[in-house]
């Protein structure tokens, strides 16, 4: 059998097992050290715009944290994009508040502005309050409308707390994913841009958000001889040795990421002219630069490369059936996320929509696109899928 293909296999630059050595020499392989702090300033220096970055142990905790420190409890309610994986809403429940759900558009596939101010008006209506926070996702890397999304958030003076867990790189307007709301989530799992092995970072405006976001993930506890505690706390800082992997990745983020691009390219070339299969392509708006230069608005890091399939065009294939013939023939392809607000956990939760995700959801799949595939491994994944809708 040919060798497998996978999905978004981690891929190391050859560095990480130097920084992993270095923290057992010096016998720091616990949460915090050298290598966390380092590891936070490169993030730092890479996204820009000033922030502040804490490293902790999952982007799950990022966005825990981040609601907290927005003040986010019991009986709030909170806008979450519906098209995305169930990471970014859950822990608006783990609060005791609410998520509300809202679709997505059909050229961004991320949160629609303009459903996200009509579910605000309503939800001011139905609850007498208008919601606390909003948490718009950069699905599959790609950058939702942050222009538009901010504008709806000052109108309604709502903070955002943005899930840039799959867009590390991106760039929306010349400006990073993860650097336009209050807060931002990043993700550094086995299969995100670079990883830890696990592991994720809350991106702050200040210094003293930033401050109190490691205060809360260090069990809370306050500064004094003893253990005293005013405030629940959590156990969701990075471990040193994890943090040694994220250095080395840095130094190779760059080039991860432009072969990913490069993958997504091939995928568009490849699949030219075949019927009822369609590259997920990000839209070609335009805007000029400082210096009068037209770039692209939207510069996505193509973490995953997207298809819809219509089995109208394919013989009948559908995208699950795709992913099963892959699968047979060794190559991994997965389903796109599941709308939350289809979810039975949340199917009682409020939802403003048309329908656009549950469109998305039926007809797609995701394609291998680790920084460490060859170009004839893509050849061999566009092959199979020919061979099997067009036979």
């Excluded at 799950?60 to 609601?67: F, I, K």
């Excluded at 991320?110 to 609850?127: C, F, G, H, W, Y």
């Excluded at 059936?321 to 796109?336: A, G, K, P, V």
Aim: glycine content about 8%; hydrophobic content about 35%; charged content about 25%.
């Amino acid at each position: 059998m040919l060798q497998k293909i996978y999905l978004s296999l981690a891929q190391m630059g050859g560095k990480e097992q130097s920084f992993i050595q270095e923290a057992f020499d010096t016998n720091w392989v616990v949460p915090l050290g050298p290598n966390v702090n380092d590891f936070e300033k490169d993030l730092s220096n890479y996204i820009g715009q000033n922030r502040y970055v804490v490293a902790l142990s999952a982007g799950t905790a990022a966005v825990h944290l981040g609601l907290l420190l927005l003040g986010v409890g019991a009986g709030d309610e909170v806008i979450c994009q519906s098209f995305t994986f169930a990471a970014s809403a859950n822990p608006v429940t783990y609060l005791g508040a609410t998520p509300v759900f809202v679709d997505s558009e059909s050229d961004t596939w991320n949160i629609s502005p303009q459903l996200l101010e009509k579910a605000i008006v309503d939800r001011k209506v139905v609850t007498g309050k208008y919601p606390k926070a909003i948490i718009p996702v950069h699905l599959y890397g790609s950058p939702a409308k942050m222009d538009e999304i901010m504008v709806v958030a000052a109108k309604y003076q709502i903070p955002v707390l943005e899930d840039a867990a799959e867009a590390l790189g991106s760039e929306y307007h010349g400006q990073k994913c993860g650097t336009f709301g209050e807060f931002a989530c990043l993700s550094f799992n086995g299969n995100k841009i670079i990883t830890t092995s696990g592991g994720g970072a809350l991106v702050c405006r200040t210094e003293e958000e930033a401050k109190r976001t490691k205060f809360y993930a260090t069990q809370a506890r306050e500064d004094r001889p003893y253990y005293h505690h005013e405030h629940i706390g959590y156990n969701y800082r990075m471990s040193n040795i994890c943090a040694g992997i994220g250095r080395g990745q840095m130094l190779v983020l760059p080039e991860f990421i432009e072969r990913r691009r490069a993958i997504h390219e091939l995928y568009q070339k490849l699949f030219e002219g075949v019927k009822g299969v369609t590259v997920k392509n990000a839209p070609e708006d335009t805007y000029i630069d400082k210096d009068g230069y037209e770039k692209p608005l939207f510069r996505p890091n193509y973490w995953l490369t997207c298809i819809s399939v219509d089995p109208v065009q394919t013989n009948g294939k559908t995208a699950d059936d795709i992913r099963i013939y892959l699968d047979i023939q060794n190559i991994e392809s997965r389903l796109f996320w599941k709308p939350m607000h289809l979810q039975p956990v949340y199917a009682k939760n409020p939802f403003y929509g048309d329908g656009a995700s549950e469109r998305i959801f039926n007809t797609g799949l995701c394609l291998p696109s680790g920084a460490g595939l060859k170009d004839e491994d893509i050849e061999r994944v566009v092959d199979e899928i020919k061979r099997f809708v067009i036979g």
